[in-house]
Every structure is written in C-alpha cells, then in structure tokens.
C-alpha cells in the first residue's frame, strides 16, 4: 500500500468516527443536568417565563430531542458549527479565535517535552547505574509524581512573584502594542511558564520510556552482532539501539498529544492563557452547547489528525512497517 | 476590619472635600471575573458585564450613598404630587459613541419598546407604567397607572440602560451585529475585546461632561484563576480588583501591601443579602420549629469572622442594613444549640437527612457550607452536602430539588424592588430560579407587600416595612445569613474610584490616577 491510499483510507475510518463522536457528544451532553436558558437568565439577576422562554425557543430547546440531533447531525455535515447564543457569535469563529493559542501552547510543550524526553532518556541509558543516571531518573519521577496545577502555582510564584523574571500569565503583554519580531518575542516570554508546566510531565514520561526501550533494545542480538563488527558505542546507539527503540515513543507521543489538548484547560486556566481548553470549560459551566459540542468535535479531529500522523512516522521511521499493513 | 473602616472614612472624606486637581491621562487595568457573556447591557445585565459596560452605557439617574437620586443623563427631575408622573429633563449635547445625537425618543425608545423586550427585571417595575413619552427632545415623561414608591429607584444604567434607537429600532435586538460593537453615551468608548484576554476601552473626547472622564483608556483584564488574579496585583499587572475578585484568604495579605488602599463601600445600592432557601413544601423544613431551629443553630458570627474575614454584617431579616426601610425590631437569633435542640425536640424531628445546596461560587462557599453542615449536625440534624456546578445548581433550585440551599440577591436600593420579589406568592414559578424557589404562601403579608409597594408617602412606607419584617421574620421562609461585604482593593493612587452606590459598576468617569 502507497502512502496515498494508506491516508485515503484512514481518511474515510476517520470520518465515520468523528460522525460517531459527534452524535454521542450530542447524547451525553443533553443528558447532563442543567439548561443554557436557565443559566443566562439566572446570571441576569433575575427571570420570569417569558423569558425563559424567549430564550429556550432561540436555543432551539423547544423542540422535541431527535429534531435537535438530526438539525445537529446535518449541521455537522455540512460543516456548519453553529452559532453560540451566549457569546453572540458563530462557534468557528470562536474556535478560530481560540485555537491558535492552544496550539501554540501544547505543540511547544510537545516539542520540548518529547526532544528533552528523548536525549535525558538516552543520556541515562548511556550512563546505567552511575550518579548522572540516578539522578535524572529520580527528577523524571519528581516531575511524574507532581500535580499539574501545583507545579504551575509554584512556577508563578518563583520566576514571577520572587525573581520577576517571567510573566506570570496571559499570552502577550496588554495594550504594549508590540509588532513584528518584538511581539513574537514578549509572547515567547508569556509562553514559557505555561510550557515548561505542561510539557514537565511528559518529558519525564518521554524520558523513562526512552531509558527503558534502550535499554531493552541493547540487550538483543543484532546489537552484540553491531558490537563484534567493532562499532563505536555512539554510533551503535544512534543508528541501531534508537532507531528501534524510539518505536513505542513514537505510539505514546501520537497517543498524547491528542491528550495534550484536554490537559491545557488546566494550565490554560492557571496561566490565564486565552485557548481553546478554557472556552470549553467555560462554555461546559454554561452549558453552552454548540460551542461544547463545537469544541468536542474539533478536539477529536485533531485527535485523529495526529493518529494518522504517527502512522505515517512509523513508516519514515521502520520502512518495515508499511510492507506489511 | 479597622483598616477597612478606615479607608471607607477617608474615601468619604475625600469626596467632601473640595475637589483636589484631578489629573489627566493614565491608563487603569481592572480584572473582570468572570469574562462577560456579551457587553450589551440592554440584553444582558450579569455582574461582568455591569462592570464594563457600565463605562459606555448609562441611564437617566445615579444614586449616591444614601440611595438619593443624582442627575446622570437626567440633568433634573420632578414627580408629581399624586407620585403618578416622573418629568425628565435631560442633559444637553449629549452623542452617541458613533456621533448621532442622543434625544428623548432613545429614551423612549430604550424603555418602552427595547427594555420591555429583554429585561425581566424592569418589566416588572413597568407594569405600574401607563405611558412614556417625549414632548420634546430634551424631556421623558414616565406617567404611571398607580403609585409605586420605589419607582425612582429604577433609574440605574443596570435596571434601566439608555441604549440607541437607531441602531436597534426594526432590528432582532438578540442576533444585531453592532451587539459586538457596543454604542452608548457613557465617558468611555468599546476599542477591542481579545476574547479570553482583555477589554479595552478608550476615552469619550465628546464626554458630555466638560473635562471627563480623566483617564485615556481602561483595560478589564480576563484571569480565570483566582490565585492568579491575586498574582496579577501583587506584580501590578492589574490596579483594581473589584470585590469577590479573590478568595477572602488572599484579602489581608494585599491590602496590607505598600501603597495598596480597600474600600467596602460602593454596595449600598445593590446591598446582597445572603440565605439559605429552606424547601417550605416538603420534609423537615416544611416545620417552622424546624426553620427556626436552623436559626438557632447556626453561629453566623463565627462565619462572618472565620470563614468572610470579617468582611459583612450577620443579617436579621430580609431587608438588608443599608437598604431603604430596614428595620432592626424584629426577633433576633442569635447562636443558640439548646433552643435549636429544644425546637426539634417539641416537633418531633425523627432525623430525616437534609440536603444542603452550596453555591459553586469558589472556595468561601463551599467552606460556607461546611461551617453550617457542621452547626447543623451538632444539634442533631442530619446534613449531607450536595454539590454541583453552577448549571447544575440552576437546575436543582429552578426545580426545587434540594432541602436548605445557599443564594444571594440584590435589593437594587428598596424592598419592593429587591426584596418582595423572594416572599410573595405571585412569585413561586417552576423552571425559574431567582424568585420565590422556598415555596412561602402568605397571603396576608403578600398584601401588606403590595400595599407598600404603592405607597406615596415615605414614612407610611417605613412603617408598612418593618410591620411586614416583623412577621416575615418569625415565620423564617428562608434561613438569612450575612450581608455580604465584597471590599474593592485597588492602588491608592487611584481617586474616586467608588463615587456611588452602585460603585466600580458605575462607571470611571470621575476616577483619575495620581502620577
């Protein structure tokens, strides 16, 4: 199979299955408790019927539930949205807003976290057993073990309340009016508390699934064979050892970034970071459901987007693979 | 506290003293919390967005410490004797945002065609209204069916915004596109909104007032996180957290910062007053041994000590302290286990577990909860807490599905206005919450209600009030807490930050920063 029809494929699987996510979104989201027209009269201060009324009949919550999912299904299709009562605007225009910030955030987290990941966990492995080894592996697990929102707290309070080093939160500074290279370096500096806390995690699973693979991969046989043909230690690991034992990173990175995107409503929150994970839960408090489901469904195709990709990284990384699939 | 009350007496004393040089220019940055649902005030009125867009709208009147009307866009006003017409005159050369003038038709326009519409809570005050009307440009004549007393109080930008006719006359007012470009009269002008970032408004320089506003331009500040709010004014980052902005823990450590002022005042026209909805249909609660018995049991001091830092007043009945009318002759529960006991005892209390509802309005009130949890079972009733999300917490009072559950109201400066609305039968309706959700029928005093409400005369009013807080409080439809107390921290070098009762919200037209 071409790499084309491999994509084709994959394409047609992924479409069924944002369908599926998107109907079932739909389901659970009407099952949970609470009514958007309820919410925003209630935060008037005040409400009569005919209010609530006025604003069920907007929504479109008058209408029996199956009429509700199908107009939803269809809008879907036709890659329509909607548009958020509550906010006063057309969902992907509030995602288009948003979705750059998130992306910003979460792929300088993954970056940073899966290329530390990968040279600490080689560097380790090299090192079996001595201090430098133990001590990176006792770090990984420090920053495993500790809470997200923690992390980012202590972060804050250190490099911005202590040493005023670094923008506590926020994406860029307001009202500077900074353009061109100037903006783009003050947002690299609001960017990087909010990366290092969300990207911490990961590098230190990164970097102990990296430790580990390499050290599985060097006991095998091809890699004594390597060694008996007299190969230096660094080449044996980065063109035999690495190239094999990147394979299960490569199936867990693919795995989270797609997780990256819900664990940033946390750091979004802390940080004040103006993305994608805060609208959701902002939207989710008010029960805001098109933008909810609008959200959902976009945080899912990027879910599946990145699956594929990995697919794809495999064959660049084993040509093996592809022959067989 | 003592600071608190300090700086309360200073703000006082600078706004009688003659008016120093105020300076021009600056920037402030103020946190909003939690970013608003839309900045169009006529069609929605949560507190976010009073707190920005009371900058570019405004209304006919203002009303200072005591509740007394001050001219806003209304330079004077009369009432009849009779108390059945309200004549405005308005200010002159006053625009809109976009350079059209602003006339008397916008007000009528805005009142009875637009408010009507959109605004729940003024529909009710302009039931009482017959007519309104512009015989000329510069005059508004409100002419009502029969008297309604607190009606001058109705004039606020939140109750009554002035928005433009020709922008929304003929138009779907809840889908317009100029709703995201927000037209008023007030002293600053909508610039940008960065959703999920910042607000920025800029300067009104045809501001009908002559030198006003002082400042150049305003920025509200979106910080979801509370810890990160308090961050954002330890750094500087922001100059004023309006009150509720921080959890009331983090209030003592920055206002005991250098060059950092608070201010409790600024609540005297909204004046929230804070209780326990108990379910007066069904269960234990129904008993008004039972109620009175979760009087007696709570220690509201401890709470209003421990748990608000201070912060508030233990509440003695339905009318807050600072509101028009209020009366303190009426029975007082204070901390008391054995009567609590004693209550339960007589009625026969048999233990049935309680559901109390906190308000998921952050840290305090959860802690909140607990504190009345735990008063609640030291006597011997059976509390578990059952908590949800603000939606969800809509839903379960709107349905009335809980036993003792945590709100607060706004009694807009008078209790036919503010108050009435929580205790009259009229008022019970499923589906909606922000009404009487206890469930209260009493048609007596649901008439001594209605006749104060149309009352003309201010002392027959007073006298009618505090007969019906005497009763109301005896029966205890609702178990009332505290009145809240939300202070306003801000740089000292900020001025006249808080002019009016209505405070922050009230717009910055007369705040000016010291360099």
Known sequence: MTILTVILSRAFKAFLTLLA????????????????????AGEAGAADEQMIEQLRERFGLDQ????????????????????????????????????????????????????????????????????????????????????????????????????????????ETVGAGYTGLARAFDIAKHLVLPALTLGLFFMAVYMRMTRASMLEVSQLDFVKTAKAKGLSGPAIRRRHILRNAILPVVTLAGLQVGQLVGGAVLTETVFAWPGIGRLMFESLAARDYNTILGVFLVSAAMVILFNIVTDIVYRLVDPRIGAKA | MKTLRATTFLIAATLAAPLAAQQEGGRLDIVVQPEPPGLMMGLVQNGPTQLVAGDIYESLLRYNADLEPQPSLAKSWEISDDGLTYTFQLQDGVTWHDGEPFTADDVVFSADVFLRETHARLRASLAYVESITAPDHTTVVFQLKEPFGPFINAFEAGTMPIVPKHIYEGTDYATNEMNATPIGTGPFKFEKWEKGSYIHLVKNEDYYLDGKPYLDEVYYRVIPDAAARAVAFETGEVDVLPGGSVENWDVPRLTEMEGVCSTGAGWEFFAPLSWMWLNNRQGPTADVRFRQAVMYA??????????????????????????????????????????????????????????????????????????????????????????????????????????????????????ALGVSRNYVASQISKGSPWNNVEGYENPELDAKWTAAAGMVNTEDRAAAYAEIQKEIVDDVPVAWLQELEFPTIYRCNVNDLVTTAIGVNDGLRDAWVEE
Not at chain 1, 80 to 88: I, K, P, V
Not at chain 1, 107 to 133: E, H, P, Q, W, Y
């Open chain 1, 21 to 40: 996510i998107a109907v079932l979104n739909f389901c659970l989201l009407h099952a949970a408790p609470g009514d958007p027209a309820v919410v925003l």
């Open chain 1, 64 to 171: 029996p539930f199956y009429v509700q999912l199908g107009k939803y299904v269809g809008s879907v299709l036709t890659l329509d949205l909607g548009y958020s009562f509550r906010q006063g605007a057309p969902v992907a225009q509030l995602i288009a807003e948003r979705l750059p910030a998130t992306l910003l955030l979460t792929l300088t987290a993954f970056v940073i976290s899966l290329v530390l990941g990968i040279a600490f966990g080689v560097a380790a492995s090299a090192r079996v057993g001595k201090a430098s080894d133990s001590l990176l592996t006792t770090l990984a697990l420090l920053f495993y073990a500790t809470p997200l929102y923690w992390a980012a707290l202590m972060a804050v309070l250190v490099f911005s309340v202590w040493l005023g080093w670094l923008p506590g939160f926020g994406y």
């Open chain 2, 298 to 415: 709570m220690d509201r001091d401890f709470v209003k000590d421990v748990v608000w830092n201070g912060f508030g007043k233990v509440a003695t009945g339905p009318v807050a302290s600072s509101t028009n009318f209020y009366s303190d002759d009426v029975t007082h529960y204070d901390y008391n286990p054995d009567k609590a006991k004693e209550l339960l005892a007589e009625m026969g209390y048999d233990g049935a577990p309680v559901r109390i509802l906190p308000l998921p309005y952050g840290e305090t009130w959860q802690r909140w909860a607990e504190a009345v949890r735990q008063n609640l079972s030291e006597v011997g009733i059976n509390a578990e807490i059952d908590s949800t999300d603000v939606a969800g917490w809509n839903e379960k009072t709107s349905q009335w599905d809980y036993d003792l559950a945590f709100t607060y109201l706004y009694q807009y400066g008078d209790p």
